[in-house]
């Protein structure tokens, strides 16, 4: 198992950035993979953006560019560094863990963070 803590949300001007962060109760070594996931108003969660163990990140085409995962196995964490943010980023962000045990797959989410890009 592990819990989840997301933090870094808030109130952005389209074109700003901000940074979101993910800790984690336990080591991220191990975790097969950690990712980010938003879901805006009226729309289904989909994934932002993630990080497999041993460092290869997959990107949602609408963030590709302008976002950054990030991982710090020493602090386990991962961050997201979002850039050149658009309105239509605007959503909640979940943090989610993904542990594979034998043909098991369990995914752990955070609580989310709120992020509003408005003017």
């Known amino acids: 198992q592990v819990q989840l803590v997301e933090s870094g949300g808030g109130l952005v001007q389209p074109g700003g950035s901000l940074r979101l962060s993910c800790a984690a109760s336990r080591s991220i070594f191990s975790i097969y993979a950690m990712g980010w996931y938003r879901q805006g108003p009226g729309k289904q969660r989909e994934l932002v953006a993630a990080?497999?163990?041993?460092?290869?990140?997959h990107y949602a085409d609408s963030v590709k560019g302008r976002f950054t995962i990030s991982s710090d196995n020493a602090k386990n964490t991962v961050s997201l560094q979002m850039s050149s943010l658009k309105p239509e980023d605007t959503a909640v962000y979940y943090c989610n863990a993904r542990i594979v045990s034998g043909r098991n797959e369990l995914d752990y989410w955070g609580q989310g963070t709120q992020v509003t890009v408005s003017s």
């Open positions: 990080i497999i163990s041993g460092g290869t990140t």
